[in-house]
């Protein structure tokens, strides 16, 4: 049975590490949204490694990586990333109709997070809004079109006028064009068809689907404007009939970047979940807001994202130093029956908190979150190591 792997908060819930321990159960590991915006986190002996773009397969000898056509591809980053993990065309596979993210989108990104009134969205700037905008726009150029030498010529011809007025409209300069040729060349024989190295994947095992960000960051079920450009649900077209959908939380919730928080913690309180949780952006560096367990935002979620099943990372050591686990039970006033509160609504809710006391067990706690939630629960993970994990269920 396939599986995909989905963020239920706002992002950094652990789908790395999740993915890590079950990529060997899999023929392939497949990245179907996003782009270099994503640090999934992976520790091996010791050592974090955080890949970008990179499917979490790769650190797994055998396991085929393929990154499909909902993705937003910036071949210098992936290139270095494939040199550096030493992934060849063997183990890694692009889909020719993935969107190319070239450099100056990155400029792009940042100027228009400068411009944006109602508050800075904090991307990752890594240029992931302007490639989704451009491929709407009918914009953009495809991983197929770059790798095609004679394609290549044509298309950049058709968009680049409009790539430098846009650019123009920002005020930004010209940009000193890469060598597109250079990048295109050497990302050509990672090209393939998606849905048929999905298809030749899943003739030799199941196919993982590894998600990035969190539900609440999705551009029509999260809280925009401060959504990425990239739709994280799953990709129902890509897996086999009936996929386990496991939806991935912590036992408190963090958030990179602008929009509104129902449970943010203050100053102190935030400041223990941080250091003892090391909640520090996995890209960019940034240090993490940090909060309280959200189960009316978690509920939702999990129905936006048709979880089947709840996969809860149980990072302790901050609520086990303050030894006590404030919960969001509900929103004041507001009836879940009626749906999630509205983006534009979401800032005046008044959570309504009860102390869960000092964590103890961790494997009985993801379970009273799972009943909350009214899910299975499939995995509890109980340290950042691989293998420190219970699977209630069964690994598959
Ligand atoms: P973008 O995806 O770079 O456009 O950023 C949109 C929003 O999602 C920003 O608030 C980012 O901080 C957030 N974001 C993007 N990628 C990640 C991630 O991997 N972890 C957590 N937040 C992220």
């Known amino acids: ?18 993915c890590d321990e079950m990529a060997p159960g899999h023929a392939a590991v497949v990245r179907f949204q996003g782009g270099a915006n994503a640090g999934h986190t992976v520790v091996r002996s010791g050592v974090k490694i955080a890949l970008h773009q990179m499917p979490c397969g790769a650190l797994h000898a055998g396991v085929r990586c393929v990154i499909a056509a909902g993705c937003v591809v910036d071949p210098v980053a992936l290139r270095a990333e494939a040199e550096g993990l030493g992934l060849g065309p063997d183990r890694l596979a692009v889909s020719a109709r993935a969107q190319v993210v070239p450099p100056w989108y990155g400029a792009i990104d940042a100027a228009e997070e400068r411009l944006r009134e109602h ?22 150029i495809t991983v197929g079109e770059l790798s095609d030498p004679g394609a290549r010529a ?17 005020g930004l300069p010209a940009p000193a064009w890469p060598d597109l040729d250079g990048l295109g060349d050497w990302l050509r024989p990672y090209v393939v068809d998606d849905l048929a190295a999905i298809a ?85 560096g940034r240090p ?35 030894g006590r686990m404030p919960v969001c039970v509900a929103y004041s006033g507001w009836d879940e029956a009626r749906g999630y509160p509205l983006p534009h609504e979401v800032g005046r809710v008044e959570p309504v908190y009860e102390d869960w006391g000092p964590p103890a067990d961790p494997v009985a706690l993801a379970r009273r979150i799972a009943d909350a939630v009214g899910l299975p629960l499939a995995y509890a993970g109980t340290g950042a190591a691989r293998g420190e994990a219970v699977w209630p269920q069964g690994r598959q």
Not at 4 to 17: A, F, I, S, T
Not at 159 to 165: D, E, I, K, N, Q
Not at 224 to 252: D, E, F
């Open 119 to 140: 508050g800075a969205v904090g991307t990752t700037g890594r240029g992931i809004g302007p490639a989704y905008a451009a491929k709407a726009g009918r914009w953009g």
């Open 200 to 284: 030749a994947g899943r003739a030799a095992g199941p196919v993982l689907f590894e998600g990035q960000l969190g539900i609440m960051r999705d551009p029509d079920r999260g809280l925009q404007p401060a959504a990425t450009g990239a739709s994280l649900l799953p990709p129902a077209a890509l897996t086999g009939p009936a996929p386990r959908v496991l939806g991935v939380a912590k036992p408190y919730v963090t958030m990179v970047g602008g929009g509104d928080f129902p449970t943010e913690a203050g100053g102190p309180d935030a400041d223990v979940l941080r250091e003892l949780g090391e909640e520090y952006g996995a890209t960019t």
């Open 1 to 18: 049975m396939d599986t995909v792997v989905l963020g239920l908060q706002w992002g950094d819930e652990g789908k790395g590490k999740l």
């Open 154 to 170: 044509a298309r950049l011809a058709a968009v680049l006028p409009w790539h430098h007025r846009w650019l123009g409209a920002l």
């Open 288 to 322: 993490r807001r940090c909060g309280w367990l959200d189960l009316p935002a978690l509920r939702y979620a999990a129905r936006a994202a048709g979880a089947t099943h709840l996969a809860m990372q149980m990072k302790l050591d901050g609520l086990a130093a303050l």
